[in-house]
């Protein structure tokens, strides 16, 4: 793993200062001079660490918590990935379908992106283990030949956190294949409660931390446009 120099830990520390500062800063009390002074030096401290920043990187990104959006913000990413023109893979470990609107938007890209659901959903729906066993195992291989192929950019892995926690498929397993991905290739696991090493591996992770939720607070169903 990455190990920051001293010069780089000094960067953040005076970029973690200078937020500080200026977010505890009356600013409409400022003067335009003061102000710009601020600015001026925050900038130059970004801009010296992005001089020093390296220009290409194959990340592993993790996206767990309890709260709602892990999947919602991968497939930001995959937006973002199909509108510079790269290829996409999207392996579902749980879930056994494309909600309708999410089929709908991304079949516009249907020569960049290759979909498997490969789960049959929750394994309070399914009450088979042995089967649930069986088609995580099957989306592992899967995953492993978009992890592995060079032609793919981007390859989420949704929900495979679960399949990780539910004892499915080993942590070991997966990080193996994960180091087999070329240098380049960006992959994204989703799910709650993504295994320690998983996150010691990975170079981006968010923790998605709930608050409120309309269903378990209100009793408030699904809703299209929101959860699907």
């Known amino acids: 793993m990455k190990s920051d120099t001293p010069e780089e830990l000094n960067s953040d520390k005076e970029i973690e200062r200078l937020i500080d500062e200026i977010m505890s800063s009356n600013l409409p009390e400022l003067t335009d001079e003061q102000y710009r002074k601020k600015m001026q030096r925050r900038k130059e401290v970004q801009d010296r660490r992005i001089a020093q920043a390296v220009p ?50 991304f079949s516009y890209w249907e020569d960049q992106l290759e979909f498997h659901a490969m789960g049959e959903g929750f ?9 649930d066993l069986d088609k995580a195992n099957a989306a592992w291989e899967k995953s492993l030949e978009y992890i592995q192929n060079p032609d793919f950019q981007l390859v989420l892995l949704d929900e495979i956190n679960i399949a990780l926690k539910m004892g499915y498929l080993q942590v070991e397993e997966v990080l193996a294949g994960l180091a087999k991905k070329p240098p380049n290739k960006h992959v994204i696991l989703t799910g709650r409660g993504a295994p320690a090493a998983i996150i010691e591996r990975a170079d981006l992770v968010t923790e998605m931390t709930l608050v409120k939720h309309p269903f378990r607070d209100q009793g408030v169903k699904a809703q299209p446009g929101i959860e699907f």
Do not use: C
Request: glycine residues 14%; aromatic residues 6%.
């Open 56 to 105: 290409e990187k194959g990340l592993i990104i993790v996206n767990t918590g309890n709260g709602k959006g892990k999947t919602t913000a991968a497939l930001g990413m995959v937006l973002r990935s199909l509108g510079h023109g790269y290829k996409v893979a999207i392996v579902q470990f749980i879930k056994g379908a494309w909600e309708p609107a999410e089929k709908a938007a």
């Open 123 to 131: 394994t309070w729906e399914t009450q088979d283990r042995d089967r």
